[in-house]
Each structure stands twice: as structure tokens, then as C-alpha cells.
């Protein structure tokens, strides 16, 4: 029997678990952090590194702010396995079960290279499968402008990715990541050496969810970060690290963010008087 043709969707499909895995408003500052490299950079071709794409809803923002601040020139590199990597004996919440069944059907492969063809049109994307600790240490020295760390979110899978990726970022680069909703000095320190395995926890004292893995690796690498509602950023001096403003970012809402989202991001935006 002939495959089914696949149908052409009209927008991008971040529908269900094939969604957002992040807070929209990180999206936000994922863009800002485009318009920070903008306004610090010489070049006309920005380079971006994302490890960790699932379907595609950060790639689409990073060709959004290329768009908008280099004028569509520049490339995005997509590293990601597209295969089950949470291990569900230690994590084994709703969320972690719905992303392992699809990847185990290479479904979220498939709808990230349906979503990638709403990225602007000169704006190039290069699909890296496999693991990030496999890909990274082959990739060019100081060839990027912008890291973005977010995939496997354990302790050793984060301060690996961090340690494969400061050589790879031209200096004045910015390294960056998702998912820390705490920093180390606002938790309690015994969980992050408890719990190094989680992907997310819940403290209970605090009230709170978290990735202790992502919190104790940005933490040893460079103490407290900048950050903004989970998405963290450094940039690349020297042989050090500065912190990253992106006062005066302007506040853009990328355009794939599903409808259901968007009256909150707004609300968020409003609350933040960035709207
Ligand atoms: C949280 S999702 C990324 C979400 C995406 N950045 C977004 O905002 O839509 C994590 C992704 O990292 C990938 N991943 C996990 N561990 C990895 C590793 N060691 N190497 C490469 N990819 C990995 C998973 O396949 C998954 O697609």
C-alpha cells in the first residue's frame, strides 16, 4: 500500500504533548538574547547551536529573532537524538511517559521537519541527529554566536553539554539554556546532590517545581546566571563569563505560539510591564 501524502498544515503543529515544553515567556527572552547578539556583534551571518529540539517551537523562535535582528541571514544547527532518553524508573511523571511513547514512534522527527518549514525562507537549518555528547566534540571551535542547552536535563547531561559547547562559542558569544526555575543559592542544597538523576522535581518545602540537574551544573560552572522566568544566559569574555542584560529587549511574541497560550503570555508580559 502507498503511504497516505502527509497533509499540509497551514501552521506549525504544537498541538499536545508535541507542544511547548517550556513556559512561552522564556520564548520571549530566548528572542531578546537574538537582539542582545545584534546590538554587541559584527557579523551578518549569526550562527545559533540548539541542543535539545523536540518539534521544533524554540527553533521556530530563534528563526523568528533572525528574521527580526539580522535580517533573516543567519543559521541555526539542530542537535538532538529524537530517541527515549528520560529514564522513567527515576522520572516517571505523565509528561515524561506521553514525549517517551511518541519518541519510541519517531513521531516528534517527523513533526519537527513539518514545523521547520515555517521558518523564514533564507534562514538555514542543519538537522544534527544524535546524542549531544556523540555530536558536539566534532563540531567547529569558536564558530557560533549563541548556544542554547536543552536537552537532556540530568546533572552530568547538562554540565556535559556546558563543557562541550564554551569552546565551540566565538568569544562575545552567548551560552544559554533552558529550564533553570531555581537557582542554586534560592534551593536547598542537599536536593541537588540527591537528586542528580531527575528531570524535574518537586520540592515540597519550596512549594516548587524545578531541574536540580540543570540548577547544580549552571551553578558549578558559573555561580548565580542571569536568567528570566527559567531561561538562563551568560556571555563569553575572554576566558570568562559576563552576566547578560537585555534591558531595552524588545518584547516580541513569536508567531507560533498557540492560541491557547497567548492570552497568558500576554497577561505575563503585562505583569512584567513589558507590554
Ligand atoms: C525539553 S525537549 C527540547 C524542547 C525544545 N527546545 C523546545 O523548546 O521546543 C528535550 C529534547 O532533547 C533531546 N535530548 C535529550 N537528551 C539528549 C542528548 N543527550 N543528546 C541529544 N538530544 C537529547 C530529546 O530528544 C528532546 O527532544
Known amino acids: 500500500m502507498q503511504p497516505k501524502p502527509r497533509k ?36 551578518d551571518k549569526v550562527q545559533i547551536l540548539e541542543i535539545g529540539s523536540w518539534c521544533g517551537a524554540s527553533a521556530l523562535a530563534w528563526g523568528e529573532a533572525i528574521q527580526l535582528y539580522f535580517g ?23 509528561n515524561n511517559r506521553r514525549m517517551d511513547a511518541a519518541l519510541r514512534n519517531d513521531e516528534p ?33 569558536a564558530h557560533y554566536d549563541l548556544v542554547y542547552i536543552d536537552g537532556d536535563h540530568t546533572y552530568a547531561g547538562v554540565l556535559s553539554d556546558i563543557n562541550n559547547s564554551t569552546g565551540l562559542l566565538r568569544d562575545g558569544g552567548i551560552l544559554c539554556g533552558d529550564d533553570l526555575e531555581m537557582q542554586a543559592h534560592q534551593c536547598d542544597l542537599s536536593v541537588l546532590d540527591a537528586q542528580p538523576n531527575v528531570d524535574r522535581y518537586y520540592d515540597q518545602h519550596l512549594d516548587a517545581h524545578y531541574h536540580p540537574g540543570v540548577t547544580k551544573a549552571v551553578a558549578e560552572t558559573f555561580g548565580a546566571v542571569s536568567a528570566w522566568s527559567g531561561f538562563w544566559a551568560m556571555e563569553k569574555s575572554g576566558q570568562g563569563w559576563d552576566r547578560v542584560s537585555l534591558k531595552g529587549m524588545p518584547p516580541r511574541i513569536p508567531g507560533h505560539i498557540p492560541a491557547q497560550s497567548l492570552l497568558g503570555l500576554k497577561a505575563l508580559l503585562m505583569e512584567n510591564d513589558m507590554l
Open 109 to 141: 522527527f517527523d513533526i519537527f521537519r513539518q514545523n521547520i518549514q515555517f521558518l523564514p525562507a533564507t534562514v538555514e537549518i542543519e538537522i544534527l541527529r544524535g546524542w549531544s555528547q556523540d555530536i558536539l566534540p566534532a563540531l567547529p571551535d
Open 72 to 94: 533573516g541571514n543567519g543559521k541555526i544547527s539542530c542537535v538532538d537524538a529524537w530517541q527515549p532518553y528520560v529514564d522513567l524508573e527515576v522520572d516517571a511523571d505523565d
Open 8 to 43: 499540509q498544515l497551514d501552521r506549525p503543529n504544537f498541538y499536545g504533548v508535541f507542544g511547548l515544553t517550556a513556559n512561552p515567556l522564556r520564548l520571549v527572552f530566548m528572542m531578546g538574547a537574538v537582539w542582545r547578539l545584534a546590538q554587541n556583534l559584527a557579523t
